[in-house]
Nanobody, 121 residues
Framework: EVQLVESGGGLVQPWGSLRLSCAAS????????ITWVRQAPGKGLDWVST????????YYRDAVKSRFTISRDKPKNTLYLQMDSLKTDDAAVYYCATGGHMAWFRASNYRGQGTQVTVSS
């Protein structure tokens, strides 16, 4: 059974930092493309970042480039999202999902239960 469990969310002030984690199990994490997506209140799911299994290719939506860093620890089967210089617009529930940036939304992929990020002074 595929399981993705996010953690690390919380309340942070603008310009602060958080590191999200996603513990993965039930599939071959080391060879999977993995994605972070987010959902702000009242809005749909938005793609945030993807790390591909081959090489070290990573991709980010323009709004988070240079502020967010996606990475993975293959021996620990864990995906991370380091978020720096957080803005109020970054507030959302963050999910990790299997699949690349053009595939994560397909029914054949999986998504975790999410972790809440609140950015407020």
């Amino acid at each position: 059974e595929v399981q993705l469990v996010e953690s690390g969310g919380g309340l942070v002030q603008p310009w602060g930092s958080l590191r999200l984690s996603c513990a993965a199990s039930g599939f071959t994490f080391s060879t999977a493309d993995i994605t972070w997506v987010r959902q702000a209140p009242g809005k749909g799911l938005d793609w945030v970042s993807t790390i591909y299994s081959h090489g070290f290719n990573t991709y980010y939506r323009d709004a988070v480039k240079s502020r967010f860093t996606i990475s993975r620890d293959k021996p620990k089967n864990t995906l991370y999202l380091q978020m720096d210089s957080l803005k109020t617009d970054d507030a959302a529930v963050y999910y990790c999902a299997t699949g690349g940036h053009m595939a994560w939304f397909r029914a054949s992929n999986y998504r975790g239960q999410g972790t809440q990020v609140t950015v407020s002074s």
